[in-house]
Antibody, heavy 117, light 106 residues
Framework: EVQLVQSGGGLVQPGGSLRLSCAAS????????MHWVRQVPGRGLEWVSA???????HYSGSVKGRFTVSRENAKNSLYLQMNSLRAGDTAVYYC???????????WGQGTTVTVSS | DIQMTQSPSSLSASVGDRVTITCRAS??????LNWYQQKPGRAPNLLIY???TLQSGVPSRFRGSGSGSDFTLTITTLHPDDVATYYC?????????FGPGTKVDI
């Protein structure tokens, strides 16, 4: 079964750090672009970051310089290192698979990040 | 950044109705436009990619059209299971922005 299983969310204080993980199975992970998308509860979707199978990382302006996306193809895993967290980063974070410039066809279950003192 | 707009922001229709949602990009994005359906508490589900290609397993009542900067998602015959929020998203250039969403009720 093709799936993405996420872990690593939680409660963190402003200015703190958190690392999200996304474990892939059922497909050749190394061949796909991977994305992070977040959603404030009750609000719309916001694209956060992407990392191609061999390319450079890309970030939204709201997280650039604070978040770092990486992958370990040998472990079929995607990561999002989030530093200098702000209250505005509070959201459900999803990882997703995309085949190039086409849509994101497989999504993780989502993990909640809460930034609060 | 490319801005995506959608209209309407919400709509209410009857079972069997034809429903149309429009999406506009602030600049041309060729056909790099995707549509997603999201139900409460669930991850988004890809319906249409590259403006008009139906994702495998998605019912044929969902249709996408358009190119350049104007796009349309049509549900030809609304089913009760189609109650959800629908988002467009451009995959032409990063940041891969989403539209604000259209909530569909019955």
């Amino acid at each position: 079964e093709v799936q993405l299983v996420q872990s690593g969310g939680g409660l963190v204080q402003p200015g703190g750090s958190l690392r999200l993980s996304c474990a892939a199975s059922g497909f050749t992970f190394s061949s796909y672009d991977m994305h992070w998308v977040r959603q404030v509860p009750g609000r719309g979707l916001e694209w956060v970051s992407a990392l191609g199978s061999t390319g450079d990382p890309h970030y939204s302006g709201s997280v650039k310089g604070r978040f770092t996306v990486s992958r370990e193809n040998a472990k079929n895993s995607l990561y999002l290192q989030m530093n200098s967290l702000r209250a505005g980063d509070t959201a459900v974070y999803y990882c997703a698979r995309a085949g190039g410039l086409v849509g994101m066809d497989v999504w993780g279950q989502g993990t909640t990040v809460t930034v609060s003192s | 950044d490319i801005q995506m707009t959608q209209s309407p922001s919400s709509l209410s229709a009857s079972v069997g109705d034809r429903v149309t949602i429009t999406c506009r990009a602030s600049q041309t994005i060729s056909s790099y436009l995707n549509w997603y359906q999201q139900k409460p508490g669930r991850a988004p589900n890809l319906l249409i990619y590259t403006a008009s290609t139906l994702q495998s397993g998605v019912p044929s009542r969902f249709r996408g059209s358009g190119s350049g900067s104007d796009f349309t998602l049509t549900i030809t015959t609304l089913h009760p299971d189609d109650v959800a929020t629908y988002y467009c998203q451009q995959s032409y250039i990063t940041p891969f922005t989403f539209g604000p969403g259209t909530k569909v009720d019955i």
